[in-house]
């Protein structure tokens, strides 16, 4: 067996290779095209495997019609990819999300596969591998208005015609030397009647390229799941747009990814603290948030941010990044600010508020900056920040205890921009 890698070998009287799960999706996927003009062995289409690595091929028509066919599902499943200097990412045609780490030389994985999940009954979870068919394209976003970087696509059940009938819109949004993205789900009940649903992940790390011996740990203070092996690199995933109501993680095997299997782990109905993967096959790990009631032709949004970092401190400060990010660039109804002449204001968090609120805001250039509360007559309630401050990113936190019960209107004055937002202070 290969150095981290979990394999699993074919045999015949001309050729010895394994295939990944992957590639079997993709196999599986070529309804319309005939396979069998390549003279491929048959248990390549009814296989499922982990990881892509063929041993030995002893005949040169066989590798060249495997050759043939892997080029062909790389011409049709297309994907979009982005390099924000900090990392890399890749989205497939059908939404699956996989992060790299980029060197001087090469890319290395350290996330094999993150999928959404929705799952609505025991035998009806929306899922990559069984589920998945392009519904409108995944690609770049030509101009972004809330991030650097940004890739868009969606997703409906027309492969599998399987309930539940969902469509999902995938937002992924990166920033210049980031080491972190925020990824947005926009899931759509297509159904004629309210459905019931749990939302969440299907997540296969491959840290440093590597398989298995690594570890899941949830940091419940910072509401951050961490996968780590050793003195690696750290991979942290986060849910900011709600809170978790089960994380487990076991060890990969062929054939978990049944809609019952799913479903099992995302009722597991607690936050699973560590797991340790103690074979080379690696951990799989499934969240999922308590179930949402979305009418027919509604809709719901869930928004997960994914942090590099090279020790779990870095990682955290990374992913700390992206939560100030989450909470400057969107409202509290999941809606990008954009950002135009590159002054941004952000929602105030929490809004509703009762004692503290923070504000967050970026500037685009070095410059005053004036920040003023007022009340619903137009008074000047507080003067929050009346400075010359640097280009970048920076937030106020204030006490609001002293305000009464009412709506406000906060506005910055930058360089003869304005721009405002309001908050709802409650009691």
Request: hydrophobic share 40%; proline share 4%.
């Amino acid at each position: 067996m290969p150095d981290g890698g979990f394999v699993n070998y074919y045999y015949s009287d001309m050729i010895e290779f394994a295939i990944s799960e992957e590639t079997q999706v993709n196999i599986q996927r070529l309804r319309n095209f005939n396979l069998k003009s390549l003279n491929l062995p048959e248990f390549l289409l009814y296989s499922h495997y982990k990881k892509p690595i063929i041993k030995t091929i002893a005949m040169k028509k066989t590798l060249l019609a495997l050759s043939a066919l892997l080029m062909f599902c790389g011409s049709i499943y297309a994907q979009a990819s982005f390099n924000t200097g900090g990392l890399m990412l890749e989205i497939n045609q059908y939404g699956r999300i996989r992060l790299d780490i980029p060197n001087n030389i090469d890319t290395i994985t350290h996330l094999e596969r993150a999928s959404i999940l929705v799952g609505t009954s025991t035998n009806a979870v929306f899922d990559y591998t069984n589920d998945a068919e392009e519904h409108e394209p995944t690609d770049l976003v030509a101009s972004p208005l809330s991030s650097d970087f940004e890739i868009y696509g969606s997703y409906d059940n027309t492969y599998s015609g399987a309930p539940p009938d969902v469509i999902v819109k995938l937002n992924a949004y990166g920033w210049t030397n980031g080491s972190f993205i925020i990824t947005k789900f926009n899931v759509i009940n297509n159904e004629s009647l309210l459905m019931n649903a749990r939302i969440g992940l299907d997540i296969i790390p491959e840290l440093n390229g590597v398989y298995g011996f690594d570890s899941v740990t949830y940091n419940p203070s910072a509401g951050v799941i961490r996968f780590h092996r050793g003195d690696q690199e750290n991979l942290g995933i986060k849910l900011l747009s709600g809170s978790l109501s089960s994380l487990a993680s076991f060890e990969w095997y062929d054939g978990y990814t049944y809609d019952s299997i799913y479903w099992q782990w995302m009722n597991y109905g607690s936050l699973q603290p560590q797991y340790a993967s103690p074979t080379a096959d690696g951990p799989v790990c499934i969240t999922s948030e308590a179930g949402k009631s979305i009418n027919a032709g509604d809709s719901t949004e869930v928004f997960y941010a994914f942090a590099f970092g090279a020790d779990e401190t870095s990682m955290l400060a990374n992913m700390q990044a992206a939560v100030d990010k989450y909470n400057l660039l969107f409202t509290s109804v999941g809606e990008a600010i954009p950002a135009g002449n590159g002054l941004i204001l952000g929602k105030n968090f929490p809004n509703p508020c009762n004692e503290n609120t923070k504000i967050n805001y970026e500037l685009p250039s070095q410059g005053m900056v004036s920040l003023k509360l007022y009340d619903a007559q137009g008074n000047i309630a507080a003067a929050l920040v009346n400075a010359k401050q640097d280009k970048g990113m920076h937030s106020v936190e204030f006490d609001t205890r002293h305000l009464a019960p009412g709506v406000y209107c906060y506005t910055i004055n930058f360089n003869n921009q304005v721009k405002s937002q309001n908050m709802l202070v409650v009691r």
